[in-house]
């Protein structure tokens, strides 16, 4: 059983140590949804993925991917990367709206 969201969000852009990335902060009702599965997964499987994420089928545009989501603050905000390749093809810039799909695998 999976289940898929949709949002439309900003794209943020972080620097870190290692370099730059564009992210998109997902919050709210999608950030419960996520949330309530990674809990399902850990009850079902008895363990958590690595640092807490969720795998998911995301797709913006016609640009669709597999990858995973990350929490930050106590699941109540998850973190989706989004890589140039995506950038490129979607002509995607730092502050743009991300119109999202994700399905939660």
Avoid: N
Wanted: charged residues 25%; contains cysteine.
């Amino acid at each position: 059983m999976s289940e898929s969201l949709s949002c439309t969000l900003p794209l943020r852009r972080w620097q870190g140590d290692r370099g730059t990335y564009h992210l998109v902060t997902i919050t709210g009702k999608a950030a419960e949804a996520i949330a309530a599965h990674a809990l399902m997964h850990r009850l079902e499987f008895g363990t958590q993925r690595g640092f807490g994420s969720v795998k998911v089928m995301a797709s913006v545009g016609r640009t669709i991917w597999k990858t995973s989501v990350f929490p930050q603050r106590e699941k109540s905000e998850w973190v989706l990367l989004v890589s140039k390749k995506v950038m490129r093809a979607e002509d995607l810039a730092e502050g743009d709206p991300v119109q999202l799909e994700l399905e939660l695998l």
